[in-house]
Nanobody
Framework: VQLQASGGGLVQAGGSLRLSCAAS????????IGWYRQAPGKQRVFVAR???????NYADSVKGRFTISRDNAKNTVYLQMNSLKPEDTAVYFC?????????WGQGTLVTVSS
């Protein structure tokens, strides 16, 4: 499995963005995928995950604002981010869940201005 995150950008507080994680590999549909983020000067942390059957889990900091989903036909996982806050500013990564070292990519930068 190879994973590539995209869709980041600059948005004002209260705005929305949708991130995409495009995956290649025949086992995608059976693999749990997670979104993670790393804010400047901080450690990378878990944001959300979606299992192969569609079950989702979220970090408390994004619960009710972010929605993770997957389209197995397109080998893509999405992260819909609404009501964005300046503290959501970070580089966002997708990876398997649990994350595997070899699948960390460059991520996509999300900047939320106040």
């Amino acid at each position: 499995v190879q994973l590539q995150a995209s869709g980041g950008g600059l948005v004002q507080a209260g705005g929305s963005l949708r991130l995409s994680c495009a995956a290649s590999g025949s086992i995608f549909s059976t693999t749990a995928i997670g979104w993670y983020r790393q804010a400047p000067g901080k450690q990378r942390v878990f944001v959300a995950r979606v299992y192969s059957g569609g079950t989702t889990n979220y970090a408390d900091s994004v619960k009710g604002r972010f929605t993770i989903s997957r389209d197995n036909a397109k080998n893509t996982v999405y992260l819909q981010m609404n009501s964005l806050k300046p503290e959501d500013t970070a580089v966002y990564f997708c990876n398997t869940f649990p994350a595997l070292l070899r699948f960390w990519g460059q991520g996509t930068l999300v900047t939320v201005s106040s």
